[in-house]
C-alpha cells in the first residue's frame, strides 16, 4: 500500500528552520514547528527528536543565536535568531534545493 | 565541531544539559497547551505530548552528544569498562602491564642518562650563548696564552678559564681527593652563578701571589660543614696547604663539566700555593686550561673569529714555548683561534659514554618492541575470548568504530599504567646504571632529576606503544562476523587462520629479535670475559699498589728518589710482605711513556714506529709482578746512578728493534730533544706485558733502573704481594710508610681494581646487554608459550577427534612441536639475518671476537630454540592429555 510521506526530506530542515528564522526573527523551538506546519499548508510535519538536535548543530556552526527569553504566557524559553553566516548559509541551502528540485521535475516530466 | 568549541563546552556542559532539558521541557508544556485547546484531558494530553517526544532522555542524549562532555562520558565508561575487564583477567593484566613496564622503564633510565650526559645544558644564566675558545682543534690552553688572550680580547662580556683538579684535603697520610676546579677570576661572574653563602670569586682575587682562598660547592658544603654559615672564614688544606673558605656556590651549579662535580673551587693564582717553584703558571708548554666566554650581544661566532685572527699574532709572540722544534713551532704560529659551542659544558664523560649509550638505547629499543609484541600477543589471544563478547555487541547495534575506540582505550590504559610503573623501575635504574659506570675512587655522577624531555620521551613512548599493541586486536576485531562468531562454538568449527598468522607473526618477530639481543650480548660477554681471564703478561690478582705522592713534602728535590728507596726498604721489611718493588708506572694505570729509540740495524719506518713504552723500576719489580725473565739479569746494585747504562727489555722489543739475534749485550740511545742520550745495553729480556689497555697487544716496553733516567721524581708506585690477605697488610704498610714522612700522600688500591676498572665499561655493556638479552628471551618464551596455549585451546576439539580416532600421545605432541619449530626457525633465520648487520654496532666493545662469530650465532640459536621448545612443552602435553570423550561432549 502506498504510503503518505510528509516527513521533512533529510537535509532540508535546516533550508526551513533558516528560512522561518529569516523572515519571522526570533522564535523558540516550538513555535518553529508550528510555523513550518502552518506555512506548509499542513503538508510538512517536523520530528521534535529531529528538530532540536538540527538546532543545537546549526548553534554550533554558528548560522543561530540562542537566548533565553520569556514567551507572552510567561515561560521561559529558548529564542532563535539567525546570524549572518545562517544568512549565507540559507542562499547556498536554497541554490541547492532549487538545483535538486528542477532536477527531480525535469526526471519526472521526461521520462 | 571544531575542537576548540567542543573544549569550550566541557567547561558549559552543566549548563548546556540543564539548558537542554529546559528547553525540551518548554516544548512539551507548549504541545500540552494546545492538545488541551483542541479538547483533551490535560493527564492525556501531558501524556500525549511527551508521546510524540520519544524518550525524553534519548533526546537529552542524542542533543548533547557532540559535547566534549559526552565525549568524556564514554571516555570514562571506556576506562571503567577497561578497569573492570582487566580485574576478570588478572594473570593477563599482570603480564601485560610488567611486559610494558620493564620495556618503558629500561627505555626511560637510559634515556634519562643520555639526557643528562648528552642533552641537558648547564644550569647557569642563558648557557646557549656560552662559547669555549678552540685553537685549531684543540681546546686546552697554557696559562700564558690564555692570559695573552684575556688581556688582549674585546668581543666577550666576560670570558673565564678553568682547570679540574683532584686536590688533596688530607695533611698527610692516605690521600684524602675531593673534586675540584682551579678558576679564572670572572669564573663565577661570566656564568651568572650566585652565592649561596658568604662571597663567590671576583677578578679581584686573581692575581700573581694571590693568597689561598676556596668557594666550597653547595653538596660539599652540606656534606662537610652541616651547611653551617659559620665555615666562612675557616680554612681547609689542600695539599697541606692552608685555604680560606669566602663562599658557598649556588646548589643547582654543578661545574662546566657534566659528570664530574667539583665541590672545591680554588682561584687560578693559587695553584702557585700548592705547586711552588713548580707552579705551572708560567710553562708555556703547560696545556691544562679550557676557557669559555658569553660573546657581546650580537657578535657573530664569525666576527670573533676574524678579530682572533687579527690579534693571533700578538698572542702567540707572547707566549711560544722555548725549545720546541722548529716544525712544532712553525705549527704553533700557524694556530687559528675560534670558537665553538658550550652550552653543554665539556666533557669526558661525553665521548667515553657515547657509543656506548646509543648501544644501550638501541638495545633497550629492541626490548621494548618485543615488549610490545609479547603484549600484542596477550590482547589478540584474549580478544580471541572476548570474541563473541564483540560479537554480541556488534549485534546489539555498536558501531565498529565504538568497538576499535574501546579496545584502544583499553591498550592506552594499559600501557599508562605500564609506564607509571616503568617511571619508577627507571628512576631505581638510572640510579644503577650510574653506579655500574663509576669505579674505584672516581664518581661519576649525573643530575638524573627528571626533566621536560624525559617525561615527553617516556610519555611518547608510552603511547606509541599502547596504540603499536592496541592496533593488533582492534584490526583483528574488525573482521569480527557476528554470526559466524556466535555459531564459533560448534563442534569442529575452528578459528580462521589469520588470527593465528597475526599471533605467529608476533612470536617470530620476537624471537627474531631476541636473537639479536641474545647474539649481541654473546658477543659483548664473550669480549669480556676474554679480557677477564686473559693473561696480560703479569699477576692480575693479589698485588696491592701504593701511588706515593711527595709533591707536598718539603723533601728538596734531589732526595726524593731516595725517599722512596727509603720507604721500599721498609716495606719489605714488613712481616708478611713476600716481595715488593718500585716503579714508575704500572701497567693498565692510565699512566703512559714513551720515548725514541734508536738501534743499529732497525729503520723506522717514521718517528712513531720508532717509539717504544717506557718504564723506570727498581730491582725485583719483575718478580713481584710475576712477569717472567727470559734471558739476562735483574736490576741489582750494579746498576747506581753512575754506572754504566742499562736497560731490561720486553720479547716484543727484542723482536722488533734487534731482530731474530739475541738482545742480550745489545745497545741503543733515547732521544733527548734534539739530541740522542748515551748508549744504553741491554741486561735482560722478560716476557710481554700488556701496557695501556688489556685490548692492546703486547707492546715494545723499556725499563729502565728507577734512578738512571731521572734525578728526581714526584711521585713513585710501589707493588707489594704478601704472604697473607693484602687487607691485614695494607694497615702496616700505611703506617710503615707515614713513619718514613708523614707528609708524603697515599692511595692504596689494589692490581684487580686497577684491571677491573679498566674494563667497566665493557663489563657494564656485557652485563646490560646480557640481561636485556635474558628479559627479552624470557618474554619471548612467554608469548610463544601463550599461542601455543590458547592454539592447543581452540583445537581442542580436533585434537579429541584425533585421539579418539587412533592418533598416539607422543604423534599429538609431536604435532604441536613441529608447529613450535616451525615459528622458531623462521624467527631464528630473520634472527640471524638481521644479527649479521645489527651486531656490528657493537664491535669496538669486542675484543677478540668478529662481530658476526659464528660461535656465538650458534650458541645463541641454540639457547632460543631449547628457550622455545621448553615453552612449548607444556602445552603439546596438555595436547596429548586432551580426554576425547571430555573434549567431543563440550558445548
Known sequence: ?111 | MSWFSRLRNQFRSDDVSRDIDRELEFHIAERTDELIAAGMRPADARREARRRFGHLGDHAERTRHRDLFGWLDTLASDLRYAVRSLRNAPAFAVAAILSIALGIGANTAIFSIIDAVMLKSLPVSHPQELVKIVRDDNDVFTNPLWEAIRDRQDMFDGVFAFASRRFNLAAGGEARRVDGSYVSGEYFSTLGIRAEAGRLLSRTDDYRGCPGIVVLSDAFWRSEYAASPAVIGRTLSISAHPFTIVGVADPRFFGMSVGDHPQIFAPLCSEAVVQGAGSELDHRSSWYLQIVGRPKENVTPEQIRTRFAALAPAIIEATLPPNWPAEATADYKRSVFAVAPAAKGFSALRSTYKKALYVLMVIVGLVLAVACANVGNLLLARAATRRREMAVRLALGAARARLTRQLVTESLFLSAVGASLGGVFAFWGSRLLVGLLSHGGEVVSLDLTLDGRVLAFTIGVATLTGLAFGLVPAWSARRVDPQAAMKAHGRGVTDGPSRFRIAKALVVVQIALSLVLLTGAGLLIGSWRKLATLNPGFRREGVLLVAADALDTRVPDDQRLALFRQMLDRVRAIPGVQSASLSRLTPIGQMSWNEVLQTDGFTPKSEEDALSWMNAVSDRYFSTMGIPMRAGRDFDDRDGAASAKVAIVSEAMARKFFGAAPAIGRRFRIQDGRTWSDPIEVVGVVGDTKYNSLRDTAPSIVFVPDHQREATANARRLEIVTNGSIASVATSVTAALVAVNPKVSLSLTTIERQIDDSTRLTRAIAMLSGLFGALALVLAAIGLYGVMSYTVARRRNEIGVRIALGAERGRVIRMVLTEVAAIVIVGAVVGAALSATATRLVTSFLYEIRPNDPATLAISTVVLVAVGLGAALSPARRASRVDPVAALRED
Open chain 1, 1 to 111: 500500500m502506498p504510503r503518505q510521506r510528509n516527513d521533512i526530506l533529510q537535509g532540508t530542515l535546516a533550508l526551513l528552520v533558516l528560512r522561518i528564522l529569516a523572515a519571522q526573527g526570533r522564535l523558540h523551538g516550538y513555535a518553529l514547528t508550528s510555523a513550518i506546519h502552518r506555512a506548509s499548508a499542513d503538508q510538512l510535519r517536523v520530528e521534535e527528536g529531529s528538530l532540536y538536535p538540527a538546532l543545537h548543530r546549526m548553534t554550533q556552526d554558528g548560522w543561530l543565536r540562542a537566548e533565553w527569553g520569556t514567551t507572552e504566557k510567561n515561560r521561559q524559553a529558548r529564542l532563535y535568531t539567525i546570524t549572518p553566516a545562517g544568512r549565507k548559509q540559507l542562499e547556498l541551502e536554497e541554490e541547492s534545493w532549487a538545483r535538486l528540485r528542477d532536477g527531480v521535475t525535469r526526471v519526472l516530466k521526461y521520462t
